[in-house]
């Protein structure tokens, strides 16, 4: 099992840019494919973005592509949700996953098997 930790969420106005991290621990985290999902309010969850583990591929939903950018420090058993031009549209829970990395990129919710307690972003003037 992995623990996940997420962490620099916040209240910021539209426009602005925030950096989320998800600390992982009780396995190496090299080993797993890692991803951001959220959940808006009255909303389900949806996929944000994935990384497979060595940070080589990575994939977007649509409505981030272009602003958001994840990426992997290893030796840190740390991934970041770099977040640019956030909107109002952004504002949810962020949550990090984790499952082991067989060779795919993983887009579905289902697929992950280990979850943080998720970072609330807030994009409101």
């Known amino acids: 099992q992995v623990q996940l930790v997420e962490s620099g969420g916040g209240l910021v106005q539209p426009g602005a840019s925030l950096r989320l991290s998800c600390a992982a621990s009780?396995?190496?985290?090299?080993?797993?494919?890692m991803g951001w999902f959220r959940q808006a309010p009255g909303k389900e969850r949806e996929f944000v973005a994935t990384?497979?583990?060595?940070?080589?591929?990575?994939t977007y939903a649509d409505a981030v592509k272009g602003r958001f950018n994840i990426s992997r420090d290893n030796a840190q058993n740390t991934v970041y949700l770099q977040m640019s031009s956030l909107n109002p549209e952004d504002t949810a829970v962020y949550y990090c996953a984790a499952r082991k990395d067989l060779g795919s990129l993983y887009v579905a919710e289902v697929i992950y098997d280990n979850w943080g307690q998720g970072t609330q972003v807030t994009v409101s003037s």
């Open positions: 990384i497979n583990w060595d940070g080589g591929r990575r």
């Open positions: 009780g396995v190496t985290a090299r080993t797993y494919a």
